[in-house]
Every structure is written in structure tokens, then in C-alpha cells.
């Protein structure tokens, strides 16, 4: 399709859509940022180091199941926007009707595979967890996963809301979601009912909640046009989009299996309590990416509209923005590691001890991640995958590196630099990517 020429009325207009979404963000995600350093301490409270390494690690084998969606998510988003460029409203309308049936369809499968994994293998010895300490685990990890699946389908919503370039709603919704979890599990310490299965459940219910109040007012109220029917449901157009979204899933997975594994290979190459400073170095430093996400986020959907309607000056002028944002990035991640001990202290007490060198891998590994979407948002956003697929070998070499360092040092410092490592081919070819795009000099595999 013949890409229109943008007019200076359309460039003002996105700009001013990012601004009001950058900081309807900030005001969002610093909220959710306070809700997950609170719920740190209380999930500590109420579980303990040990079991609370253990539900850090369930929590992240759950994200597996958020990715499996085979990229359809991200492939909704952008074609969504494409759509709605070029006023294509009924195949705006198709695209969303498809997603939704293309979900539900992928998360029987997947229901049917997990839950007899977890009873029919031995999960104990797979977690690397002691029976008579958590002996409800099975029951747990069942209802949560049926939990999740459903929150899977249902959280579709998201990225509609991404796709009609307004991702402050879409963190308004994941951030009263964790709200909820936060609530509902000091009330059940309060009530002296936090167990591991109480715990586990609350965390996963409640997102699901807040998808289901918000699918009424998202497809009745602010966007009749594209609410969800049958007969808008076709097989080329869920073609069409998933032939984008599996480049979008493998994606995903390559991120998965090289960053939300850490937990579990934490817990069983050195202890399911390690896992418990590890997440707390993390999420103190993963601050920095929420604010950078904040300001990222609505680029992608930004540029997806700005290529499609051939304005490349204004692609150029948000990268030049995003130098400055890296910069102040760094800055302030050299910041929090000279504060991090006062932090740490008034955070969580002497419940839990992170050292020094620990928060020092983490700022390092936070800032090449950083580094890495600060090119991948904008190839994402124009759909240049290719190559970004082909890093994915990076995925590969993870693991197997990772178990080397960890079995001959012992040290899970050694384990974080192997995370380092992996992130910084993607740095370096993605910019190398996106400036040849940009300066019109992309041939071979550097095109899109």
C-alpha cells in the first residue's frame, strides 16, 4: 500500500498524542512502581525468603504463558495503527476480532499441556523445591496457570489501546492489576491467611478482574467500531497477522528464555532463597526502566504511524530525543548504585541481605537492556524484524553459558555478566540498523 505524505498538522498531532501519553505514564507507572516495592517487603513478610524465591520463580515461568500468544499482540498493535492511518475502520475492526479468536484458540492447547505436566512430573525436584515446605504446590501452580490463561486471552485489550497509540491506558490497566494483588495480600496478612497457595492466587486473579470490568467501557463506550464480533472474525486477515506476529513471538521467546529464566536457573544452580536478593536488586534498578519505558512506549506506535504516512524526519528527530534519554539513563543509574545501601535498608530492612556487587551487575545489565529497546522500539515500530530474529541466536547461548560460569565459580555474579553479555550484539546491530534505515543506506540484511 502507497504510503501517504505526512503534513506538518499530522506531525504536531502525534507529538502532542506522545506528550500527553509521556506523562499520563509517569504518573501511572510511578505508581506502579511504588506498588511493586511495596509489595517486596509484604510478599517477604508473608512468605519468607525461601518461599518467596519460590513464588519469584513460578511468577516468572507464568510470563512463558503471557508470551505464547505466537506475537499476536504486538502484530494487533501495528497493524491496528496502520488501519486506523489510513481510516480503514472495518479492517481495523477485523483485525481485533480475529486476535481475540486466534487467542482463545491458542490457550486450550496450552491449558491442556501444562496442567498435566505439573501433575504427572515430579515439579518438586523440576523447581528444585522441598515437598514438606510448600506441600500445596501442585494445587497452586494449577489454578494459577488457569488463572493466567484466561488473563491471556483477555488482555488483548492492552494492546488495542497501544495500537490506538494511548499506552497510558494500557498501564493504567496492568497498574490497577497489581493494586489489587497488593490489597488483597495485605489483606490476607492482616487476616493472618497469607499462604503460598493465598499468595499465589491473589496475584494471579486480580489483573484478570481488571480486563474483565474494562472490556464493557473499551468496546461499548470507546471503541464501538472495533468491539469484537463473529462475523468480523477472517481467516486471511488472522493470516495476515499472524504471519507478522510469529517474527513478534520469536521475539518474545528469545526474551524469555534468555531473561525471565534467570529465576528458575537461579533457584536450581544455586538455591531457591537466591532468587529472593536477585529480584530485589532487580526490581530497585528496573525503576530506570519503567521510566524509560514511560517515555519509549508510545514511540513505537508513534513511528509505526509517521512510516506509514512517509514522515522519516520526524523518526529521525525522536532518535535524536532518545540520545538524550539514554544519557540521563545512565546517569541516574550511577546514581542509585551510590545510594542503594541507605535503600535497601529503609526498603526491606534487615530481612533480606543484596550486596553491593550484586546491585552493580544488575544497574549494568538494566542499562544494555535499556540500550538494546532503545533501537528495537523503533525497528518494532516499521516492523524491521528480520535481523532482530536473527540475533535471537544470542537465546542459544545463554543457557548453556550460563551453567559453565555458574558450575566452575559458583558465583551468581559471574551467572548476571553472562546476561550482559548476551544483550550487547543486539546493542550494536540494532543501531547499526536503524541509522542505515534512516540514512536511506539500508541494502542486504540491513533492510527491512
Not at 494471579?204 to 463506550?221: E, M
Not at 506506535?301 to 509517521?306: E, F, P
Not at 524491521?384 to 535471537?392: F, H, P
Request: with cysteine; proline share 4%.
Amino acid at each position: 500500500m502507497e504510503k501517504t505524505t505526512h503534513t506538518s498538522a499530522t506531525d504536531n498531532r502525534r507529538s502532542r498524542l506522545i506528550v500527553k501519553n509521556v506523562i499520563a505514564s509517569f504518573l501511572v507507572k510511578g505508581w506502579t512502581a511504588v506498588i511493586i516495592l511495596l509489595m517486596v517487603p509484604l510478599s517477604l513478610k508473608c512468605l519468607g525468603v525461601y518461599q518467596n524465591g519460590v513464588w519469584l520463580t513460578i511468577s516468572s515461568m507464568l510470563v512463558w504463558i503471557d508470551q505464547m500468544d505466537i506475537g499476536l499482540g504486538n502484530g494487533l498493535r501495528n497493524r491496528l495503527t496502520s488501519h486506523v492511518a489510513h481510516g480503514e475502520v472495518a479492517e481495523a475492526r477485523m483485525v481485533v476480532s480475529s486476535t481475540i479468536a486466534m487467542l482463545a484458540c491458542i490457550v486450550i492447547p496450552i491449558i491442556l499441556c501444562v496442567i498435566p505436566f505439573i501433575w504427572l512430573t515430579n515439579i518438586y525436584v523440576f523447581l528444585n523445591v522441598e515437598p514438606g515446605i510448600i506441600p500445596e504446590l501442585r494445587i497452586a501452580l494449577t489454578t494459577a496457570v488457569i488463572l493466567v490463561c484466561t488473563t491471556f486471552v483477555m488482555k488483548f485489550i492492552n494492546n488495542v489501546y497501544m495500537g490506538m497509540q494511548l499506552p497510558a491506558v494500557s498501564n493504567l490497566l496492568m497498574a490497577l492489576g497489581l493494586t489489587f494483588s497488593l490489597l488483597a495480600t495485605w489483606l490476607a496478612y492482616q487476616l493472618g491467611h497469607a499462604t503460598f497457595f493465598v499468595v499465589v492466587i491473589v496475584n494471579t486473579v486480580s489483573p484478570l478482574l481488571v480486563y474483565i470490568l474494562a472490556y464493557p467501557y473499551t468496546f461499548y463506550k470507546k471503541f464501538p467500531e472495533l468491539r469484537p464480533s463473529l462475523k468480523y472474525v477472517n481467516l486471511s486477515s488472522a493470516l495476515e497477522l499472524g504471519n507478522l506476529g510469529v517474527k513478534f513471538f520469536w521475539l518474545q521467546i528469545a526474551g524469555v528464555i534468555q531473561f525471565m529464566t534467570a529465576n528458575l536457573l537461579i533457584s536450581n544452580f544455586f538455591s531457591p532463597a537466591m532468587v529472593t536478593p536477585y529480584q530485589i536488586a532487580y526490581r530497585y534498578m528496573s525503576i530506570v526502566m519503567v521510566l524509560f519505558t514511560v517515555v519509549c512506549m508510545p514511540f513505537w506506535n508513534a513511528t509505526t504511524d509517521a512510516y506509514e504516512r512517509n514522515d522519516i524526519q520526524w523518526i529521525i528527530n525522536a532518535n535524536k530525543k532518545m540520545n538524550w534519554m539514554t544519557l540521563c539513563i545512565a546517569i541516574l543509574l550511577l546514581v542509585m548504585i551510590a545510594v542503594s545501601p541507605w535503600v535497601y535498608q529503609i526498603w526491606i530492612g534487615d530481612a533480606c541481605e543484596v550486596s553491593f556487587g550484586m546491585t552493580v551487575m544488575m544497574a549494568l545489565y538494566i542499562f544494555f537492556l535499556i540500550l538494546s529497546m532503545r533501537y528495537s522500539y523503533f525497528l518494532s515500530g516499521i516492523s524491521a524484524l528480520r535481523l532482530q530474529l536473527y540475533m535471537t541466536i544470542m537465546t542459544v547461548i545463554f543457557i548453556p553459558a550460563a551453567w559453565i560460569v555458574s558450575h566452575h565459580t559458583h558465583d551468581i555474579l559471574w551467572f548476571m555478566a553472562v546476561m550482559c553479555f548476551c544483550v550487547v550484539p543486539s546493542i550494536i546491530v540494532h543501531g547499526i540498523q536503524l541509522h542505515k534505515i534512516l540514512a536511506n543506506k539500508a541494502t542486504g540484511i540491513w533492510k527491512i
